[in-house]
């Protein structure tokens, strides 16, 4: 319980939290995976085997809840260990709405996988798609609300082909627009580049791109550009160099296509990140949006006991000057110097 949390307020001001529970059964199904939405005094439980509309069906090990997120609108919930057809492990996304029915459940909106024929690629064993996710609302241009949301969507075990050679776990994330009708419409993959085109980085086996996202809508109440919506994708097994599970972070805009406004963000190549890159750090593991600063986790060295660094978000923006970045580390700035894996997570 609480392996995923999101939290937030409604459009109409009413505070909620959805906390994700992947591991518990339902009935003799184990780890099928629930999740709860809290609100006021009141909670419901949410998980596949409801009549409430939830998509998919409850199976043993689909993890649902393994990952949340949500705006003021809407929220989603992940099962990426959900079967498509005979694809084990190939993952599903599920869409609600915060609008309550007679019995205080919020109410379900669709479903996403990767055999919707409005998305890209197809729904294989593994892919792990809804593994991560992330959602901001946005203001389109000649709307006068911020009422559409913008989904990211990890499938870290997904096989991406480079010059036609098969990647397997190289991993991506899809980008799906929510309008504020409720319907969806497929935006985009992002995805490591090849030789042939803008993005930075190259797909390789076991990136397990999409591990981790976070995005940001720095400037909520303004038609929304390339420059104020942006999402944070992690590669925590990106190799660099000779150093295995190095890993990496890749910044994009959320509107803007991919190689024009990405930035790549990898240990000691001068963004904020200090040090060398070094084997099984896993850099992008952890991150974490604010409005003026992506925060990265480095628990797992080169420091004795973690560290996590705040970097501006000029760092992290295509075309950004870098900025001083802080630090925060066990055994400076008044933290004592002890424990493990600092930096797991931040909020």
């Known amino acids: 319980m609480g392996h995923a949390l999101a939290a937030g307020t409604t459009i109409t001001g009413r505070p909620w939290i959805v906390i994700g529970t992947p591991g518990e059964a339902i009935g003799t199904l184990a780890k ?22 939830v998509p998919g069906a409850a199976e043993a090990d689909d993890g649902f809840g393994t990952s949340v997120t949500g705006d003021a609108y809407r929220f989603a919930i992940g099962a990426p260990g959900e079967a498509i057809g005979t694809e084990a492990d190939s993952g599903n996304v599920a869409l609600f709405s915060h609008t309550l029915d007679a019995d205080g459940f919020p109410t379900p909106i669709g479903g996403l996988d990767q055999n919707n024929d409005a998305v890209t690629g197809a729904a294989e064993a593994g892919d792990e798609f809804g593994a991560s996710l992330a959602m901001v609302s946005y203001r389109p241009s000649g709307s006068t609300t911020a009422d559409t ?30 309008n504020a009708d409720n319907t969806w419409g497929y935006l985009r993959e992002l995805r490591q ?53 190095s890993g990496a972070i890749h910044t994009f805009s959320l509107l803007g296509s991919a190689g024009d406004n990405d930035r790549w963000i990898e240990a000691g190549d001068g963004d904020g990140i200090p040090n060398a890159p070094g084997a099984d750090q896993k850099l992008g593991q952890s991150i974490h949006f604010t409005g003026t600063r992506l925060y990265a986790g480095m628990p797992y060295g080169p420091s004795t006991y973690g560290a996590l660094y705040a970097l501006p978000l000029s760092n992290v923006t295509a075309g950004g000057t870098v900025a001083p970045v802080t630090t925060y580390q066990p055994g400076t700035g008044g933290l004592p110097a002890a424990g493990t894996d600092f930096g797991y997570a931040a909020r």
């Open 193 to 245: 580049g090849t030789g042939d085109d803008t993005v930075s980085g190259t797909s390789e086996t076991g990136d397990r791109m999409g591990e981790t996202l976070t995005a940001i809508n720095t400037a909520p109440r303004e038609v929304s550009s390339t420059d104020t919506l942006m999402v944070a994708v992690g590669t925590p097994g990106e190799a660099v160099g000779t150093a295995a599970n």
């Open 32 to 53: 099928a995976g629930t999740a709860f939405y809290v609100y006021d005094n009141t909670s419901r439980t949410i998980h596949q085997d409801q009549p409430i509309g």
């Open 149 to 178: 949301s913008i989904l990211a969507i990890g499938s870290p075990g997904e096989t991406t082909a480079v010059d036609g050679v098969d990647k397997a776990e190289a991993g991506r994330a899809v980008l799906v627009r929510v």
